[in-house]
């Protein structure tokens, strides 16, 4: 099985840490992991901002289609593909890139349905001894329905203490560029998820979308509240001898 | 095909701001309270019952069908009921828009020779801005539904499908009925029995005394010809049974084909709107009943934007929507801002999509961004109406019919650094500047980091880091 990363551009850019586990993570379960340099973004964010791309559709197809899995470690960008690039290819009237955006589409996963769907694994191993609250994102609950998977996995993190987010299942109030087109409504989110987040008393607040984090983390950052965001695969990279910051 | 004219969306021709609405009402601890505790408690009362309905999924589905196969062979079904209704007794007009609907009704009621007509609660009246017009025309209209009452009584605009006072609580409603309530006692509490008791006292005479009523309708029914109107209160029922006249507005997407759909929409409609088994009154009336009821039965048939939806193919699924606002109650933009942001007939996440389709996405551009796309009022609606698909449609839609030249030319840059392995290099060099603004950056960005932190940026991209190791 051919295995190809797509890093999103956002963690290409902006947190390669989130990259960096993703790999350790699968060559740890014995996959060879390939980063074809062509990659760059899915267009989630001009599709969701109004501006279709198919340009950026027929670089993700042309990329990856050769692959026999692709791993995204986010539920978004994974939801993007599987739900965006048919629609932005036949709003273009192109049927032949449509026909294989589905087929590149179909072996696209988003990184805990990779892990549990296709290596069918749950324990990864992993071991991270710290109190940790997790927020299902909403584009891989309700987009992709990742259900449970993530869970799943951190539950077999070895020394960690997981707690439940209370109102886990609302928005953060990121939205992408809803974040600025719309700071008010997104900033009211925003401080009901922290308020959320703060409450479970957790040290670490992991999700699977760095976009997310980001947001929730910029805000904990900016009120000073001692809490650290981590994307998944970096609890899952972790262990005894070389655990996440 | 016409285009629908839904009143408040009059607020100049770039229509309804909603990001400078939703500023205001974010920041009104008031309505954010009442919003939380209402929208909650109904949110609550739903999941509870859609937990106990086993085959739910199958509804749903069954719902969809059912709207799907109405709105494509629509013409069929409404020339069906015309010919049901009206060989039961009833008069069937046909309006294209606001106008004409308005100008029928006033004419029907000035035919009474009557100056006063009671209501009973409807959306589609509120669409088409029936109580002003009348007034224009000399006629009052009394909204006779208790929450609609309130809305009239204080001058105000519903803010919620289901519960139109949804952003007042009962210390405010209390101090309304005060204010404006005839023969309010002065001794009134904000206990909601005597809130209901005032109310109860000051219908009575109208009920008794007003020979016209005009209503809407949940369901029109092809193959009887008959309306059914789902209510809490009763009150309708009283309009609907003891006026002489009764005029009935139905827009063209509310036909069922048959009798026996009711049995999918009735389960369907009260789980998601109030959270209820079923509705406690359920009136359904075909044409005339001799000796019982209106003598005098008139259905107005509006269009007024809806075939300009039907011709969308992405936004057509809009029209199924049975208004139960279960994806207001959900969504985590509406239960922040109430529904007046939205500046139109239909708010929430609905609302962001049916506007701009009856009226032009070009009068309503900002409506389809007002969400998150988080998907919450999708999962919950019960005709499975794929509303962040229309949103995100409707945003292309937008950005096609109102061209902003900053915002082209950012997503055209972003675009063009994404499209080629050089330049997508090239252009990561340059987040290492975030680093000076990511406590306060300039606008449009100030918008980000008035609330927020930026990222600190990273040593090196993903891709340097593999490259790196690599050659290693």
Request: glycine share 8%; charged share 25%.
């Amino acid at each position: 099985m051919r295995v190809a990363l797509f890093a999103t551009c956002l963690v290409d850019a902006l947190f390669p840490d989130a990259g960096k586990a993703t790999v350790q993570l699968l060559e740890r379960l014995g996959q060879t992991v390939e980063f074809p340099r062509e990659q760059t973004c899915c267009g989630q964010m001009h599709a969701n901002s109004g501006y279709f791309e198919p340009k950026l559709v027929r670089r993700y197809v042309d990329t990856f289609s050769e692959y026999d899995a692709i791993v995204v470690p986010s539920g978004s960008c994974a939801g993007a593909i599987r739900h965006q690039h048919v629609m932005i290819a036949r709003d273009a009237q192109d049927e032949t890139l449509a026909t294989r955006a589905q087929a590149t589409a179909d072996k696209t996963y988003e990184l805990s349905q990779f892990l549990i769907d296709v290596l069918h694994t749950d324990d990864v191993g992993a071991y991270f001894p710290h109190r940790v609250t997790y927020h299902p994102t909403c584009h891989s609950v309700r987009m992709l329905k990742v259900g449970d998977r993530p869970l799943r996995l951190l539950n077999n993190v070895r020394g960690i203490e997981l707690v439940t987010l209370p109102g886990r299942d609302e928005c953060c109030g990121f939205g992408g560029t809803f974040s600025i087109k719309n700071p008010d409504v997104s900033a009211a989110m925003l401080a009901d998820k922290m308020e959320a987040v703060i409450q479970t008393g957790a040290e670490v607040l992991c999700a699977g979308d760095r976009s997310c984090l980001m947001h929730i983390g910029g805000g904990l950052e900016r009120i000073r509240a001692g809490v650290r965001t981590l994307h998944l695969a970096e609890i899952l990279a972790s262990t005894d001898g070389e655990a996440a910051a | 095909m016409s285009s629908g004219e839904l009143i408040w969306t009059d607020e100049g021709p770039a229509g309804p701001n909603f990001p400078k609405n939703a500023e205001s009402a974010v920041a009104d601890s008031q309505l954010r309270r009442n919003l939380r505790k209402a929208t909650g408690v109904i949110r609550e009362r739903r999941a509870g019952l859609v937990a106990e309905t086993p085959d739910w999924q199958e509804l749903r589905k069954a719902g969809a069908a059912i709207k799907d196969e109405t709105l494509r062979h629509l013409d069929t079904y409404l020339e069906r009921f015309e010919r049901n209704a009206t060989q039961r007794g009833a008069r069937v007009h046909w309006a294209r828009d606001a106008t004409e609907a308005n100008k029928i009704i006033g004419d029907l009621i000035n035919a009474t020779g009557q100056t006063e007509v009671i209501k009973v609660k409807s959306m589609v009246t509120q669409e088409i801005g029936l109580v002003n017009a009348l007034k224009r025309g000399g006629i009052t209209a009394h909204e006779t539904d208790f929450a609609e009452l309130i809305v009239q009584l204080s001058h105000d605009r519903p803010s919620h499908i289901v519960v139109p006072a949804i952003h007042k609580n009962r210390a405010e409603i209390r101090r309304i009925f005060l204010d404006h309530l005839p023969d309010a006692p002065r001794d009134l509490t904000d206990d909601p029995h005597a809130l209901a008791e005032a109310a109860r006292l000051y219908l009575r005479k109208l009920f008794l005394e007003t020979e016209v009523a005009v209503s809407g309708a949940n369901f029109a029914i092809a193959d009887t010809g008959g309306l059914l109107v789902a209510e809490s209160e009763g009150n309708g029922r009283m309009c609907l049974t003891l006026p002489k006249t009764l005029i009935s507005v139905v827009g063209i997407e509310k036909l069922l084909p048959t009798f026996k759909d009711l049995e999918v929409f009735l389960q369907l409609l009260p789980r998601s709107a109030t959270g209820e088994r079923m509705n406690p009154y359920n009136s359904i009336w075909t044409g005339v009943s001799e000796n019982d009821g209106p003598q005098s039965v008139h259905i107005v048939l509006l269009d007024n934007g809806r075939t300009k939806a039907l011709a969308d193919h992405t936004g057509r699924q809009a029209l199924r929507c049975i208004r139960c606002a279960a994806c207001l109650n959900v969504c985590p933009v509406y239960t922040r801002t109430g529904g007046h942001a939205y500046g139109a007939t239909y708010p929430g996440p609905i609302g962001a999509i049916l506007t701009p389709l009856m009226v032009g996405v070009e009068h309503a551009p900002q409506l389809p961004f007002a969400s998150s796309l988080c998907g919450a009022c999708y999962e919950v609606c019960p005709v499975e109406i794929d509303i962040p698909t229309v949103l995100v449609k409707l945003r292309h839609d937008a950005v096609e019919a109102d061209r902003h030249k900053a915002q082209d030319a950012t997503f055209a840059a972003a675009a063009t650094a994404m499209g080629g392995r050089r330049r997508w290099s090239a252009a990561l060099k340059t987040t290492k500047l975030m680093r000076f603004v990511r406590h306060g950056a300039p606008p449009p960005l100030s918008r980000w980091t008035g609330t927020r932190d930026l990222p600190d940026p990273p040593a090196e991209p993903f891709r340097e880091w593999w490259s790196k190791r690599r050659n290693t």
